[in-house]
């Protein structure tokens, strides 16, 4: 079954830092662009960021630039996303997606929350 | 990198048809072939449910269709279903060598 498992979400203060990790299953993660999109609470879904199949191109949304570093590791089959500075706009349900030419595997979510 | 624009809400009775708009700008929608939506239950993940503006992906009901025209994309949903009631958002590339992408704000579709 093709599969993305997200973990690593929780609690954490502002001005804190959290790793998210992505597991794939039933798939080569190798041969695919992934892309990290997070949903507010009660809000639409907002792109955070992609890396192109080999990890030599990443691209990030404005608001996360200089602060959110994604990557990923072919051998494990797992994509990860370095997020530093957190604020509070920065909680939501993140989730990672297998791209492109569309978002075509979602996995479940991890939620991350800011708070002091 | 702003959003794209969707109705907040449209709503049909079961057996109906209702159409979802997703306007953009000649750099996404109106410039690649590349709309995609996404239906999402609540507390679910989204789910794709048309891509490269009218193919639909396995497994996905052919009530379901899209199309264009210019800066505007459209969703379809041909003889309502009270499980298709939920949360649908366009999307775009904005460019296609760096595969950037930009949601639209989300549509509630209610089944009267």
């Known amino acids: 079954e093709v599969q993305l498992v997200e973990s690593g979400g929780g609690l954490v203060q502002p001005g804190g830092s959290l790793r998210l990790s992505c597991a794939a299953s039933g798939f080569n993660l190798s041969i695919y662009w992934m892309s990290w999109v997070r949903q507010a609470p009660g809000k639409g879904l907002e792109w955070v960021a992609n890396?192109?199949?080999?990890?030599?191109?990443?691209y990030y949304v404005d608001s996360v630039k200089g602060r959110f570093s994604i990557s990923r590791d072919n051998a494990k089959n797992s994509l990860y996303l370095q997020m530093n500075s957190l604020r509070a706009e920065d909680a939501a349900v993140y989730y990672c997606?297998?791209?492109?030419?569309?978002?075509?595997?979602w996995g479940q979510g991890t939620m991350v929350t800011v708070s002091s | 990198q702003s959003a794209l624009t969707q109705p907040a809400s449209v709503s049909g009775s079961p057996g109906q048809s209702i159409t979802i708009s997703c306007t953009g700008t000649s750099s996404d929608v109106g410039g690649y072939n590349y709309v995609s939506w996404y239906q999402q239950h609540p507390d679910k993940a989204p789910k794709l449910m048309i891509y490269?503006?009218?193919h639909r992906p396995s497994g996905v009901s052919n009530r379901f269709s899209g199309s264009k025209s210019g800066n505007t994309a459209s969703l379809t949903i041909s003889g309502l279903l009270p499980e298709d009631e939920a949360d649908y958002y366009c999307s775009s590339y904005t460019s296609s060598s760096t595969f950037e992408v930009v949601f639209g704000g989300g549509t509630k579709l209610t089944v009267l």
């Open positions: 490269d503006v009218s």
């Open positions: 890396i192109k199949e080999d990890g030599t191109e990443k």
């Open positions: 997606a297998r791209s492109p030419p569309a978002l075509d595997i």
